[in-house]
């Protein structure tokens, strides 16, 4: 009984210089999104803190929306459905770049569980120290920046990092809708060859991944520990 | 262009269509992986690195590789391994191509599985008192029998609820299966909207069915776990 397939281990190290190429577009997108997702799940875990009114509750059935749904779901009713409903609104949406498309739908599923990470951390710092920083007359925004958001990162921190690796693991998809990032550029050069050596190529894919969410892990571990040295330090 | 509400619900009946093969699917790649897991997790505890350090690799890249691509991976090897097992067995010859594509689905998704299900199980064991296991040893039980009969339910208990998600999980990932050719919820929904050429409304109508699987998921977990902490409290007590 011989096996059927080949792996040849020239052609899957020849993918490296091709592969890399994509990387800087790749690492563009993973960034500016995660800044999004950010800036825009600090400001749901805000909303939801303060209990503003209708937007709070608009903000939990979109958080429980999305959780119960696919990424890709969510990317194709980005792609397909919205250029229907901002047709209906009057926007044209022609000729828009697809990096459009791959923000929102990453801002759309993302804001909201970052936003699940920001607001435990919050009320994880002690009761105390916002009413401590009030008694010296803080105002809000110093009591946030200076008192409470040192205090709380630390504590989001893991949490933050779990997403991202989720998100930069969902920038796969991105391919389905045409951009070529690791996985496009996986599919043209498979595509060049006739469709012969797609493991190959699919295996240094998976090595490039690979290596993005080790280095990040390594990353929140010197951060967790360094942070682990300044409390010792200062308690 | 205007949203049709019938078409809709068309596309919602065809989507019910697919939801018992999406269940069956994530409950029989979530089962193995909870087995499978076990057996990673404890191997990991032990301190035999011959055995842990391989482990611990193969799990972080479980962990580390987008789904798609591990599952095109395994779509463009196992068969190749298979055909040749296949055509042994039978003894006429089986070539890749007739190899179903359900064997791609189970392999990558039991994988995905157990390389999670191993880190939960194994922080599971973890938080469970060491005090219980030296009580039961010193009780005269073997420490196999404190393991499996002391250790390994409470551990079990404490990972409940993470299995309930990762079988939410489960079910979402599985949306990737419609490129090995493979029909579940998601998969539905595009080929209703390839056929009816209305993608608002099939992708509209897949968004509810997810939306609403999920809740009654969720309420129907919780209510059973609610159940098993009542029943095994009231043994313990």
Known sequence: MVSLLTFNMAYFLAQFPKLMAVIPYTLYIICVSALICLSLGTLIAAVRIARVPVLAHFCEVWLSFIRSMPFILELYLTYFCLPVVLRLAGVNTTGWPLTVYVFVSIAFHYSPMISEVIRPAYYAVDRGQHEAAMVFGLSAYKRIRRIIAPQALPIALPGLVNQLIDMIKDTSLMFLIGVIDLMGKAGLIINSNYGRGKLEVYVAVAVLYWAFVIVLEFLMHYLERRNLRSLSREG | ?237
């Open chain 2, 1 to 237: 262009m205007t949203f049709s509400t019938e078409l809709m619900w068309q596309a919602v009946g065809a989507i019910m269509a697919a939801v018992p093969n999406t269940l069956l699917m994530a409950t029989i790649s979530l089962a193995a992986g909870i087995i499978l897991g076990a057996g990673i997790a404890v191997i990991r505890i032990g301190n035999n690195r011959l055995l842990t350090i391989p482990l611990a690799v193969i799990v972080s890249f479980l962990r580390g590789v987008p789904t798609i691509v591990q599952l095109f991976i395994v779509y463009n090897s196992l068969p190749f391994f298979l055909a040749p097992l296949f055509s042994a067995v039978t003894g006429s010859p089986v070539k890749p191509f007739d190899i179903s594509p359900y064997w791609v689905v189970y392999t990558t998704y039991i994988l995905y599985n157990t390389a999670y299900q191993s880190e939960t199980i194994r922080g599971a064991l973890l938080s469970v008192d060491r005090g219980q296991y030296e009580a039961a040893v010193s009780l005269g039980i073997s420490p196999f029998r404190a393991f499996v009969r002391i250790i390994f339910p409470q551990a079990l208990l404490v990972a409940l609820p993470a299995f309930f998600s990762y079988y939410l999980k489960t079910i979402k990932v599985l949306s990737l299966v419609f490129t090995v050719k493979i029909v579940d919820m998601f998969a539905a929904a595009d080929i209703f909207a390839a056929l009816s050429g209305r993608r608002t409304e099939a992708y509209a109508a897949d968004a509810v069915v997810y939306w609403g699987m999920c809740i009654l998921l969720t309420v129907a977990f919780s209510q059973w776990e609610k159940h098993l902490r009542r029943r095994t409290g009231a043994q313990s007590a």
